[in-house]
């Protein structure tokens, strides 16, 4: 994906209540997640469920109501098991994305 | 091809063609990441080149871990349904399947304890650090110890968030972890504490560990693992 004038690029490292770190790149355009990067020390299974949560945050507004409800979606949906990092550090870790230059 | 094998064997105990297993190994310098995690974040990719450190990526989650010769590996994996593990909680897991370690350390006489989410401390210090995933129908949880790792390299090879550092209090990543030879004051050998852990395997889970080798189907896999993936600059430094 290029990157337009409009797009913003913006990140986070947000630490869950538990210690571990999610950390965030992303690109927004006029208030939506255009591609957004989810790294950290986290466990997730299955490990490739992560890839289809970043997929599934393509596209959606950059608010609170509608990552929540993509969020519970992907893990009620995968049967995908956190530890260490739950749906709702997932939502607090994109949300806390700051633009970087 | 360590971190290879590290994923065949768990594979092919799943697949039922090898008994439930530990294994136990050490690298020369390596960073060992997390599947989850960016090298390029992670890693000082100055310092590796300096100290000759190379860059592997792990099929687990969890953090990146430095590996030299006096680092001990240990990985255990069991057929799904195991009765050590009935249940499929990655946390019950982490917790059920360290106390052996614990114990193996404990009788070497370190004060040794499990620490959620996957950490084994010493009076607040971690020694030893574990990953896990339950796939392949298998279970299968890893951890490392450090025995008498060079601490000093670990500090400059990994580049450790703020974000983490300030939750602990301390101001490096060396103040935060310890190893087997500086609690209890003296050199200690990879193999005694191999030996430890296996002496504490038995006794906590009333189990009987035999050697044996890497099966013919295990040892042909991990080289297939190793080409295709492990070996890989994609597999290992990306994203």
């Given at each position: 994906m290029s990157t337009t004038k409009l797009e913003k690029l913006k990140s986070a490292d947000y630490k869950a209540p538990g210690g571990k770190l999610v950390r965030i790149r992303l690109k927004e355009d006029q208030g939506q997640i255009r591609s957004v990067r989810i790294t950290g020390d986290f466990f997730l299974i299955p490990e490739e469920s992560l890839g289809k949560l970043e997929k599934m945050l393509?596209?959606?507004?950059?608010r609170e109501p509608e990552l929540r409800l993509l969020v519970d979606r992907f893990f009620r949906g995968t049967g995908a098991q956190g530890l260490g990092v739950s749906s709702d550090d997932f939502v607090k870790a994109i949300l806390s994305a700051k633009e970087t230059v | 091809m360590n971190l290879a094998v590290e994923e065949a064997i768990p594979r092919v105990v799943g697949e039922g063609k090898s008994p439930s297993t530990v294994r136990f190994w050490h690298n020369s310098n390596t960073i060992v990441i997390g599947c989850f995690q960016s090298a390029r974040l992670e890693v000082n990719m100055e310092a590796c080149k300096e100290t000759e450190t190379e860059i592997v990526r792990r099929f687990t989650g969890g953090g990146a871990v430095y590996h030299d010769s006096g680092n001990l590996n240990y990985a255990i994996s069991l057929r799904k349904g195991h009765p050590l593990v009935p249940g499929l909680n990655l946390q019950s897991v982490f917790e059920k399947l360290s106390e052996g370690s614990v114990q193996g350390l404990r009788k070497l006489g370190v004060k040794a304890e499990f620490q959620p989410v996957n950490d084994i401390q010493v009076d607040g210090k971690k020694v030893s650090g574990a990953a896990g995933s339950i796939r392949w129908n298998t279970i299968f949880h890893h951890g490392c110890i450090?025995?008498?790792?060079d601490l000093s390299i670990l500090g400059k090879v990994l580049n450790v968030p703020r974000a983490k550092l300030e939750d602990r209090h301390v101001a490096s990543v060396q103040k935060r972890v310890t190893t087997v030879r500086d609690e209890l004051g003296r050199d200690v050998s990879t193999r005694e504490v191999q030996d430890a852990i296996v002496n504490g395997i038995e006794s906590c889970y009333g189990v009987r560990v035999e050697s044996g080798d890497l099966t013919k189907e295990g040892l042909g896999l991990a080289e297939e693992l190793y080409q295709?993936?492990?070996?890989r600059l994609e597999w290992n430094l990306e994203p």
């Open positions: 393509e596209d959606v507004p950059l | 450090l025995v008498g790792s295709t993936k492990y070996s």
